[in-house]
């Protein structure tokens, strides 16, 4: 399994480091991932297409277990989702975190079971919150004061909902303006600062079909350093301190989220999970017993850190264009199967699979098939100087936020999901074709 620290200064022996561990180059210019060449994946199922490597999955699953084994670990399935996930993550003993009735719908369906699934989402419809009812969700998070009320009456007078609250604890963190939500004015939770969460707390104490767990925070994502969940647990512990004198309440779960972040390229920085463990742990007991309160259970929500290594994209290259100072290797998927380059910059790092090259490396900027000129998969990067149409590009990293965010643009269909393990290969999620989309469309 890759670690959840990178080197900060990429070397020759790290080339694989960002790839699941069981990524060998049996010769030049060949790689397997899970006993698997993944020009066989290409060719067998076309591209573009996902591979995701299943033990990869299930080590970082344990791995989290380890470090945190007093703790609830909850996978977010927004990161990846689909039955095989579901079912590796329940056999490896992981909680699930959806932000959605559908997301929901399909765990539940798969067999997980419903109390170990958390309800997440700063605007819930009538539908997430009557399905998470209906199948009986562990518990739901509730990001604003509107919920109150209407959870309430959902649950009616005689049921019973265990719920927690998400609060702003006003730290700022994360690895893009777009993807940090743990700071004051935006969109998720509520406020310490300005006492709505405070407020919000003391409406849910008031109905008694609502049993509050315990508080909710969540800083961002792509965070790489400790320090944040450090401060994040002095604040949470701050409230917790405050709403036991107030109400003389006593709340026994505390979730810090998740936001883990991965390294995309060879030496890049990611979040060690030994030491946010052993800080965190630490910081709690530390923090509660100055506060005089027990000291509540953790729960903690890794969705990329897990999924991110595991999986790969691989792409075939249409065209190679050369104009200007730049030339631009074109490949057949782009922003509609991974739009994270165009939203939030994120940078990759493809590489030749399928043949050797002796060619010198020359920087390119490779780019995707739709009617975009933001349409980038990876700027500037270096791959042989004799890359050519047909030839075969793997992107390693891709495992989280690739499907879940994959589009309809230009009608060309999301790519199919292929599960890699032991030598064999198996189709987890089909290609979306012209009749899928073609189906959608009933009115003339």
């Known amino acids: 399994m890759t670690t959840l620290h990178e080197p900060a200064v990429p070397t020759a022996a790290d080339a694989l480091s960002v790839w699941p561990a069981s990524a060998i180059e049996p010769r030049e210019g060949e790689l397997t991932v899970g006993g698997v060449p993944l020009s066989e994946v290409a060719d067998r199922f076309g591209t573009p297409v996902y591979v995701i ?64 699934i958390v309800l997440h989402g700063n605007a819930k419809s009538p539908r997430d919150l009557d399905t998470a009812l209906r199948l009986g969700v562990g518990r739901i998070v509730i990001d604003s004061p509107s919920e ?19 609060v702003v604890p006003g730290i700022s963190a994360g ?41 909710h925070c969540h800083l961002g994502s792509q965070i790489t350093s400790v320090k944040p969940y450090l401060a994040a647990v002095r604040r949470m512990v701050g409230l917790l301190a405050r709403l036991h004198e107030q109400h003389g309440l006593v709340l026994r779960e505390l979730d810090l989220g998740g936001g883990h972040g991965i390294a995309y390229r060879p030496g890049e920085p990611a979040l060690d999970l030994t030491t946010l463990a052993r800080k965190v742990r630490a910081e709690l007991a530390e923090a509660c017993t100055a506060a005089g309160l027990a000291v509540p259970r953790l729960l903690i929500e890794p969705g990329r850190a897990i999924a991110g290594p595991a999986g790969i994209a691989l792409y075939h290259v249409l065209s190679v264009k050369r104009t200007g100072a730049h030339t631009y290797v074109a490949v057949d998927g782009g922003m509609s199967d991974n739009p994270r380059p165009a939203l939030y910059g994120v940078r990759y790092a493809p590489r030749l699979v399928g043949r050797h090259s002796g060619a010198a490396p020359a920087p390119v900027t490779v780019v995707g098939r739709h009617c975009e000129a933001g349409d980038i998969l990876a700027a500037d990067v270096e791959l042989p100087d004799d890359i050519r149409p047909g030839d075969l590009l793997a992107v390693p990293a891709a495992g989280a936020y690739h499907l879940s965010m994959a589009s309809g643009y230009n009608m060309v269909g999301r790519p199919p999901v292929v599960a890699v393990d032991d030598g064999h290969a198996r189709l987890l999620i089909r290609r979306e074709s012209l009749e899928d989309i073609r189906s959608r469309d009933v009115g003339l």
């Open 53 to 116: 490597d299943e033990d990869e999955v299930r080590e970082r699953c344990r791995t989290y277990r380890h470090a945190f084994p007093d703790a609830e670990v909850l996978y977010a399935a927004k990161a990846f989702l689909c039955r095989a996930m579901v079912h590796w993550v329940a056999e490896e003993g992981l909680g699930l975190d959806v932000c959605s009735a559908g997301e929901l719908e399909l765990a539940v369906t798969t067999g997980f079971p419903p109390e170990r």
């Open 148 to 166: 109150i009320a209407r959870l309430a009456a959902a649950v009616g007078p005689h049921g019973h909902q265990k719920v927690m609250v998400r």
């Open 175 to 215: 690895g893009h303006e777009k993807i940090r939500t743990g700071a004051e004015d935006q969109k998720f939770g509520l406020s310490i600062s300005d006492g709505y969460a405070q407020h919000a707390i003391a409406r849910i104490l008031d109905q008694p079909q609502l049993e509050l767990t315990g508080l």
